[in-house]
């Protein structure tokens, strides 16, 4: 069956890099698209960005210039790369596979998550 | 970038009853709109996609509605296992954006 299953560090210290990896099983990443997604403690849902099944990527504006994901394929592994820790940036950091077909685009397989915290 | 708009941001019900939650676009994105069920500690949960289509394995007293600017998703006859949070999804264009959500409680 398809899974996702995020890891990384639980602690990060502000202004510092935060590195994610998202090991998917059950699917190939050549043909399936994988985005990352993030909540802090008691709030909302925030979309990311995406790697696209051919190995392209678009990334939410409001953290672009912070944000990298890309992957492995061989390893079924999708990584996110985010500098510039700040405390606001603690929060469950989620990846989903987005299937995105002709007509329709969904998040259908979540990972568990991860929790991130941003402190000193 | 689309905002999404839920309303109400928590709403109260009883068991059996029918609930209608809403959702705004900040611009039309067509039936580009997905709804999300999230209970506490859990990942979020597909239930609706395409604005109106029920995902595989989601109970019929979920419907969801819509197109351009507004959406709604009802619960009919709602069970105890319906007490979450729903969250409203655009990919009418990127960035993919999320409304803030509504909390379903018991009343």
């Known amino acids: 069956q398809v899974q996702l299953k995020e890891s990384g560090p639980g602690l990060v210290q502000p202004s510092q890099t935060l590195s994610l990896t998202c090991t998917v099983s059950?699917?190939?990443?050549?043909?399936?698209?994988v985005s990352w997604i993030r909540q802090p403690p008691g709030k909302g849902l925030e979309w990311m960005g995406v790697i696209w099944s051919n190995g392209g990527t678009d990334y939410n504006s409001a953290i672009k210039s912070r944000l990298s994901i890309s992957r492995d394929t061989s390893k079924s592994q999708v990584f996110l790369k985010m500098n510039s820790l700040q405390t606001e940036d603690t929060a469950m950091y989620f990846c989903a596979r987005l299937y995105d077909g002709t007509y329709y685009y969904y998040f259908d397989y979540w990972g568990q998550g991860v929790m991130v915290t941003v402190s000193s | 970038e689309t905002v999404m708009t839920q309303s109400p941001t928590s709403m109260s019900t009883s068991i059996g009853e029918r609930v209608t939650l809403n959702c705004k676009a900040s611009q039309s994105v067509g039936i580009n709109v997905d709804w999300y069920q999230q209970t506490p500690g859990q990942s979020p949960k597909l239930l609706i996609y395409?604005?109106?289509n029920r995902h595989t394995g989601v109970p019929d007293r979920f419907t969801g509605s819509g197109f351009g600017r507004d959406f709604t998703l009802t619960i009919s006859n709602v069970e105890a296992e319906d007490l979450a949070v729903y969250y409203c999804?655009?990919?009418?264009?990127?960035?993919?954006?999320f409304g803030a959500g509504t909390k379903l409680e018991l009343k």
């Open positions: 999804l655009q990919y009418g264009s990127i960035p993919y954006t």
């Open positions: 059950g699917l190939s990443l050549t043909s399936n698209s």
């Open positions: 395409g604005a109106s």
